[in-house]
């Protein structure tokens, strides 16, 4: 079992920065930031998994970073240039083994509310 606890997210105008956090219980293989926006489905924005390789979506390239710490316990989404279309509800997820991680992602968090106003 893993458990994931957030931090971070908040309100903030359009181009500002936030910081998310997830913080787990041990250290998973595979890392993930998901968000969802009402009435839409959840869409994944950035991964990161194994030595640190890294994915994003074509909606946050070059503006969100993802990471973790050197214990490979805690992930971040630094997220720069915020949109109001950011707007949503921030999910991490993580997944323990390779084997895991190949079929997607067993452990979520409770999410975070990040809302950019224009």
């Known amino acids: 079992q893993v458990q994931l606890v957030q931090s971070g997210g908040g309100s903030v105008q359009a181009g500002g920065s936030l910081q998310l956090s997830c913080a787990a219980s041990?250290?998973?293989?595979?890392m993930a930031w998901f968000r969802q926006a009402p009435g839409k489905e959840r869409e994944g924005v950035a991964y990161i998994r194994g030595a640190n390789s890294t994915g994003y979506a074509d909606s946050v390239q070059g503006r969100f970073t993802i990471s973790r710490d050197n214990a490979k316990v805690t992930l971040f989404l630094q997220m720069n240039s915020l949109k109001p279309e950011d707007t949503a509800r921030y999910i991490c997820?993580?997944?323990?083994?390779?084997?895991?991680?190949?079929?997607?992602?067993?452990?979520w968090g409770p999410g975070t509310q990040v809302t950019v106003s224009s």
């Open positions: 997820a993580a997944s323990l083994t390779y084997g895991q991680c190949s079929d997607g992602y067993n452990y």
């Open positions: 041990t250290r998973p293989y595979c």
